[in-house]
């Protein structure tokens, strides 16, 4: 069965204290793997997208990596702006000429305490 | 930020009526998604569509209908809602210029079913 899951569910760092978060996934083709943060109240925000195993995308103190069967979120020195829920997304399909199903990991909850 | 509108924001409606949910972009996106966002399920796909009168099912789509009749409007309409409807709806649209469907969502709309 195809699915994305995180870990772990909610994380508690100080603010300085570097960390990492999990997306593992299971899908017969991946296309993409995507990470988003989600603030309470809000819409998803589109953080990365990143395609194949080696791949490395970074934005401030985010930087994401891909392997075979996982990604990682790495957080260096966190600020308390830092907090938020962050969703992984996986794309799994053979080509654009149909939808390509994209399936949501139940997120991470980080709190980045000052 | 892209330009997605939902509307309403928040609603409040009894069991049985029919209800309405909007999505407005401005960003010519031709694909569009409607979401729900559940604890303890994450985001689930409800309907999508692929262009102008060009629909589909999700994972969840029983109990909802979709339409598009401007590439710019996407509506959701629960035909007579179930207080299991209670939910934060989101909607999204994808560029299928770009070599995946990383998404973009609006801000949500929180229907509550009493």
């Known amino acids: 069965e195809d699915q994305v899951t995180q870990s772990p569910e909610a994380l508690r760092l100080q603010e ?14 991946l296309r993409g793997l995507f990470w988003y943060r989600q603030d309470p109240g809000k819409g998803p925000e589109f953080l990365f997208t990143l395609y194949s195993a080696g791949e490395e995308k970074e934005k401030e103190r985010l ?46 909850s980080l709190s980045v305490i000052p | 930020d892209a330009g997605i509108t939902q509307s309403p924001r928040h609603k409040v409606t009894e069991t049985g009526t029919p209800v309405t949910l909007r999505c407005h972009q401005t960003e010519n996106h031709r694909y569009m998604y409607w979401y729900r966002q559940d604890p303890g399920h994450g ?14 099912k999700g994972e969840v789509s029983d ?15 629960l035909e007579s809602a179930t207080s299991s409807q209670t939910s934060v709806y989101f909607c999204a649209i994808s560029d299928p210029g770009t070599d995946t469907y990383e998404q973009y969502f609006g801000p949500g709309t929180r229907l509550t079913v009493t």
């Not at chain 1, 907090?83 to 939808?99: D, I, N, W």
């Not at chain 2, 339409?67 to 710019?72: G, V």
Request: hydrophobic share 25%; proline share 3%.
């Open chain 1, 16 to 29: 300085g204290e570097s960390s990492s978060l999990n997306c593992s996934y299971t899908v017969s083709g």
């Open chain 1, 63 to 108: 930087k994401a990596t891909l392997t075979k069967k996982e990604s990682f979120l790495h957080i260096t020195a966190p600020k308390p702006e830092d907090s938020a829920t962050y969703l992984c997304a996986v794309e799994e399909g053979m080509g654009k000429t149909s939808y390509d199903k994209v399936i949501f990991g139940p997120g991470t």
């Open chain 2, 43 to 56: 985001l689930r796909l409800i309907h999508y569509s692929y262009g102008v009168k060009d629909t589909d």
């Open chain 2, 63 to 77: 109990g909802y209908s979709v339409s598009r009749s401007k590439t710019e409007d996407f509506l959701l309409t």
